[in-house]
C-alpha cells in the first residue's frame, strides 16, 4: 500500500530564517506526482508546490522548494525567509500515474512562524 | 474561473436530520473528490468521481452517498445526520496529468450535528 509519513507533528521558525519540512513516501511506482498543500487559520488548502518524480530537477516556487530523493523516497520542503503569513499546517500528498485516482496525504505538520 | 465552490459555508444540523452539501467547479475537471477533516487530523477521503455517472467510495463512505450526473457538479448528500459527522467537509477537483496535475480544493464546508 502506499503511504506518506510526516514525522514533524509541529515546527515553529523565527521570522526571516528558513525551515525545512519532512516527507517520506512508500510506492512500488515509478511514475508519479508530490505536492506539498498549506492550510492556514482559513481552512483553505492552498498548492504550494507540485515535484514530478521523473524530472529528477527540484521544484521551486519563489521562496518554497523541495528536495525530492527518488532513491530515498524523501520529498521535503524548505521555506526560506519565512514570513508570518506561512503560519499554517502543511500537508504532504502523492498519487501515482498508474490509474489510481486518489491522492495519499500525509498527516499534516503545524508550522508557527514567530515574531 | 471561479474554480471550486461549496455551499453552504456553515450549517448546523439536528441529530436525524439530512442535508446535501453542494459542489460545483467550472474548471471542465473530470475527477471530483469529497473529503472530512476532523479536528486536528488530515484528510479522509468520503467518496470520488472519475467523470459524469461514475462515483466510487473512499475510506469512510458510510453516512453519506453521492451523485454526479454533470461534469460541473457534485453533491454529498447526508442521511440521517449523527453527531459522529461533525466535520469540516471539502471538495476538490482535479486535472489530470501533466504539468499542471493537482486537486484543487474549494472553501469547506463547517458542519456541526448536535
Known amino acids: 500500500a502506499q503511504t506518506v509519513t510526516q514525522s514533524q507533528p509541529e515546527m515553529s521558525v523565527q521570522e526571516a530564517e528558513t525551515v525545512t519540512l519532512s516527507c517520506t513516501y512508500d510506492?512500488?511506482?515509478?511514475?508519479?506526482?508530490l505536492f506539498w498543500y498549506k492550510q492556514p487559520p482559513s481552512r483553505q488548502m492552498i498548492l504550494v508546490i507540485r515535484?514530478?518524480?521523473?524530472?529528477?530537477q527540484n521544484a521551486t516556487e519563489n521562496r518554497f522548494s523541495v528536495n525530492f530523493q527518488k532513491a530515498a523516497k524523501s520529498f521535503s520542503l524548505k521555506i526560506s525567509d519565512s514570513q508570518l503569513g506561512d503560519t499554517a499546517m502543511y500537508f504532504c500528498?502523492?498519487?501515482?500515474?498508474?490509474?489510481?485516482?486518489?491522492?495519499?496525504f500525509g498527516t499534516g505538520t503545524r508550522l508557527k512562524v514567530l515574531a | 474561473n471561479a474554480g471550486v465552490t461549496q455551499t453552504p459555508k456553515f450549517r448546523i444540523l439536528k441529530i436525524g436530520q439530512s442535508m446535501t452539501l453542494q459542489c460545483t467547479q467550472d474548471?471542465?475537471?473530470?475527477?471530483m473528490y469529497w473529503y472530512r477533516q476532523d479536528p486536528g487530523m488530515g484528510l479522509k477521503l468520503i467518496y470520488y468521481?472519475?467523470?459524469?455517472?461514475?462515483?466510487d467510495k473512499g475510506e469512510v463512505p458510510n453516512g453519506y452517498n453521492v451523485s454526479r450526473s454533470t461534469t460541473e457538479d457534485f453533491p454529498l448528500r447526508l442521511e440521517l445526520a449523527a453527531p459522529s459527522q461533525t466535520s469540516v467537509y471539502f471538495c476538490?477537483?482535479?486535472?489530470?496529468?501533466?504539468?499542471?496535475?493537482?486537486?484543487?480544493f474549494g472553501p469547506g464546508t463547517r458542519l456541526t450535528v448536535l
Open positions: 476538490a477537483s482535479r486535472i489530470n496529468g501533466g504539468a499542471r496535475e493537482a486537486q484543487y
Open positions: 474548471m471542465n475537471h473530470n475527477y
Open positions: 468521481s472519475v467523470g459524469a455517472g461514475i462515483t
Open positions: 500528498a502523492f498519487v501515482d500515474t498508474s490509474g489510481t485516482y486518489k491522492y495519499i
Open positions: 515535484q514530478e518524480a521523473y524530472k529528477q
Open positions: 510506492t512500488s511506482e515509478n511514475n508519479y506526482y
